[in-house]
């Protein structure tokens, strides 16, 4: 039935490449997309041909003969747009309609004959449409007059993230510039949260979502190495060559060195085994050049290769079928999870395999939570911004640029009707207007806005065309030749070792003015720093390992050493007798220390240890994130403690002038904000306070 609904160019692509069935997200996108007008999210695994379920009708419906860009792709990586273009190209061959990929590491040539000649479909970054906005104003209509359909490409990623609300904003600025309203269909293998993706288009009551569950199998296996120091295990290492030995493999980690350290350790027992030495690391700090080499080496290869990777290979981009999928401690969430093992068992009746390695009980504890939540079928969301008012700051500058001079009321009522605002209070939008006019971000001529001096410095660097920050990496060079980059930290020093491409470098010098490391081979035996930051840890995840604590039931794919550990943790409760886990908290207390294991998630620890701060001082209390718990010494008594507690959560004013800012991670925009609103953003995007209130309310702490 849906084959009947394609125009006649698309089934004769079908024809020649022998498709024997359409997948359910795609047979279920082309009559829907087709037959109706409204926005779609299509939610299905990963490798399931979301992006053909999304094209096939697309393009049934378009006619090539319409001057001007009519279908806008968006995606969260270069890299990714580079891969699709190859799929999405070959399909518009059958209707001579030209693809044109906009990123920076494409030609002016290139992106010039689309500017001569708009037509059919451009894949893009959200960076690469402000640029649009920022030098090229004039090209909005020119090339979008007659856009048809926004594809954005894994949606999740920009949820209710700083560059998704900067992706709002962007969009509703294009739709208001072009007066239209093209049709949204977004992609994603990991949603579990479909109002908020929903949300995101602008029109919720428009937008409905398409899900095609998995029916493929997991196979989970989980060993937990006991770790005395930041340094992985050697056992670890060693079974972990032994297994990639095999497979062509995937090794997820939670940091840049991480990867880096595995990567290099696997190396070295390969060459102590005189066997195959085929481990590489794929990361943003890894050259541009060097990652494309390793992704068709991945996909290509028929022999055993590993990667150790972030979550730069979580996403989309083609690189064949993996066999194993190895994880080095627990994810953050359970969409982290899916969206990894979405790699491996890619095919009809294939099953997926993950290899889940742990260094701490806790670790192992909150691996087995996202495992269990993700056999109840349960995904959870990002929930990274909640009041934008940095990235407002941000689109201010932007549209004074793009307007070079604009009406006071006419920015305002512009920043108003932006759906990415709507949260913004009127009062909030003119207090920030006000304050950047008196800081000369903005240059106030009575019958018009312009940037100001300091709005003019701001925006004369690549800085404004993004809201995630990258002002600090650096460029790391060897013998004249670029490796990668690395982000600046306190560790980066001359004489220090560093990981990078799954090889160890010394830094011999650095150059901070220009932003420069130089290193040569490191061969003395000194081991490499690296850092990295915890992750944002869900209720849902907290609240599963409490509820693992306090029961009986066993795990069949941990080992011993895991199970072992489990009844350890499990032991240390047993005195503590709680009723009901949903209400209850435990306590351990020993003479005036206290540690309350909240089982909450990061925001509300956060706001937590901050309430504590602020009673109890700085020195005694201390915040735990792996096992989150909240350790301190008082002499008063907890009752009157956690009372006191909740009226401070009805004054977060009282909390945040009590805080030290200089240590907390307030965003790149954030930091050009005025006081008052730099604190609004802490109290809904770095804490939550709204949500403490309620966990204080519903929760008794039982010692």
């Known amino acids: 039935m849906s084959f009947s609904l394609l125009s006649e160019p698309i089934q004769k692509f079908i024809w020649d490449e022998e498709w024997k069935y359409f997948t359910p997200i795609q047979d279920a996108a082309i009559s829907k997309i087709i037959k109706t007008d409204y926005n779609y999210i299509l939610a299905s695994q990963t490798a399931s041909g979301k992006t053909e379920a999304a094209f096939l009708p697309i393009l049934s419906l378009l006619d090539s003969n319409v001057k001007g860009v009519q279908v806008l792709y968006i995606s969260p990586l270069r890299a990714l747009i580079n891969d699709q273009f190859k799929r999405v190209d070959k399909l518009c061959e059958y209707l001579n309609m030209k693809v044109t990929k906009w990123h920076s590491d494409v030609s002016s040539n290139y992106k010039n004959k689309l500017i001569k000649e708009p037509n059919g479909i451009l894949q893009i970054t959200p960076e690469s449409i402000e640029s649009f906005f920022l030098n ?339 460029k790391v060079l060897a013998s004249g030749k670029n490796i990668g980059t690395l982000p600046y930290s306190l560790m980066i020093k001359e004489g220090e070792n560093i990981f990078l491409g799954a090889k160890i470098w010394k830094i011999h010098k650095v150059d901070f003015k220009g932003h420069k490391l130089y290193v040569q081979p490191a061969n003395d035996g000194k081991p490499p720093l690296f850092s990295g930051n915890p992750g944002l840890v869900p209720a849902k995840v907290r609240e599963k390992m409490m509820e693992i604590i306090f029961s009986d039931i066993n795990f069949s794919y941990i080992n011993k050493s895991a199970k072992n550990n489990l009844e350890s943790l499990r032991n240390d409760f047993r005195h503590i007798d709680l009723k009901d886990i949903t209400k209850e908290r435990p306590v351990i207390k020993n003479e005036n220390h206290y540690s309350l294991y909240t089982f909450a998630d990061t925001r509300v620890n956060r706001t937590l240890y901050a309430i504590f701060v602020s009673l109890l001082g700085n020195e005694v209390v201390k915040y735990n994130g792996l096992d989150s718990t909240l350790n301190f010494r008082t002499k008063l008594d907890l009752e009157n403690l956690i009372l006191t507690s909740k009226k401070l959560t009805k004054q977060p004013h009282n909390v945040l002038e009590k805080l030290d800012k200089d240590k907390l991670s307030i965003s790149k925009w954030g930091q050009y904000l005025p006081e008052a609103l730099q604190n609004k953003w802490l109290k809904y995007n770095y804490f939550d306070f709204d949500k403490t209130i309620e966990y204080l309310n519903t929760i008794n702490f039982i010692e």
């Open 136 to 474: 090229h104003p004039e090209y909005i209509e020119h090339l979008f007059n007659n856009l048809k359909f926004i594809v954005i490409d894994e949606i999740h990623t920009f949820l209710a993230t700083p560059r998704g609300i900067h992706l709002q904003s962007l969009l509703s600025r294009l739709i208001i510039g072009i007066d239209s309203s093209p049709r949204c269909i977004g992609l994603s293998a990991t949603l579990g949260e479909f109002n908020e993706a929903k949300k995101f288009f602008g029109n919720i009551n428009k937008t409905k979502v398409l899900k095609a569950s998995s029916s493929n199998s997991v196979k989970f296996f989980l060993i937990n190495f006991k770790n005395e120091n930041k340094a992985l295990p050697i056992p670890l290492v060693q079974d972990c060559y032994k297994l990639t030995q095999k497979y062509k493999s995937l090794i997820f980690a939670n940091s840049r060195g991480r990867t880096e350290e595995i990567a290099v350790k696997l190396k070295k027992e390969a060459q102590r085994s005189n066997n195959h030495n085929m481990y590489f690391t794929h990361h943003s700090s890894i050259d541009k050049k060097e990652r494309e080499n390793i992704e068709s080496l991945l996909k290509d290869s028929k022999n055993p290769i590993t990667v150790a990777c972030t979550s730069t290979l979580e996403l989309g981009i083609d690189i064949g079928s993996i066999d194993l999928v190895v994880q080095l401690d627990s994810t953050f969430s359970v969409s982290s999870l899916v969206q990894r093992l979405g790699r491996s068992g890619r095919g009809k009746d294939k099953s997926s395999l993950l290899q889940m390695y742990t260094t701490n009980e806790w670790s192992m504890l909150q691996a087995i939570s996202c495992i269990e939540l993700y056999k109840d079928k349960f995904l959870d969301f990002n929930w990274d911004i909640k009041y934008p008012i940095d990235i407002l700051f941000h689109q201010i500058l932007s549209t004074l640029m793009e307007n070079n001079g604009i009406k006071r009321n006419e920015i305002f009522n512009r920043l108003r009707n932006n759906f990415a605002f709507k949260v913004i209070k009127d009062s909030d939008i003119n207090l920030l207007l006000d304050f950047m006019i008196e800081k000369e971000y903005i240059q106030d001529l009575k019958h018009e806005l312009i940037l100001g001096y300091e709005g003019e410095n701001l925006t004369n660097s690549r800085k404004i065309y993004s809201v995630f920050d990258n002002s600090f990496d650096f």
